[in-house]
């Protein structure tokens, strides 16, 4: 069982900077594959970004790539989205999530266990 406590969000201008922080607790935490995924009003929960456990495969969402970098500290079980240069459209609940198998994937259902949710809003 692995538990999972996000925090980091908040209101920001267009254009601003947000960090996430996504606290992990459990026997497994430090070495599952772990990713941040988003959802907002009326729309399906979607695929943000992801790591393995030992941070060699890292995966992005096209709409994220080059703005976010997802990074992890095992020491501290703890997972980060560090949004940079943030748009309106990224306004939503941003989601930490882990799974129990050994490989990072970007397939919302494919993850066993989910934070209870963090919101971003970006005003333009």
């Known amino acids: 069982q692995v538990q999972l406590v996000e925090s980091g969000g908040g209101l920001v201008q267009a254009g601003g900077s947000l960090r996430l922080s996504c606290a992990a607790s459990?026997?497994?935490?430090?070495?599952?594959?772990m990713g941040w995924f988003r959802q907002a009003p009326g729309k399906e929960r979607e695929f943000v970004a992801a790591i393995s456990w030992n941070a060699d495969k890292i995966y992005y969402a096209d709409s994220v790539k080059g703005r976010f970098t997802i990074s992890r500290d095992n020491a501290k079980n703890t997972v980060y989205l560090q949004m940079n240069s943030l748009k309106p459209e990224d306004t939503a609940v941003y989601y930490c999530?882990?799974?129990?198998?050994?490989?990072?994937?970007?397939?919302?259902?494919?993850?066993?266990?989910w934070g209870q949710g963090t919101q971003v809003t970006v005003s333009s």
């Open positions: 999530a882990a799974r129990s198998g050994l490989v990072a994937v970007t397939t919302t259902r494919m993850y066993d266990y």
């Open positions: 459990g026997r497994t935490s430090s070495s599952a594959p």
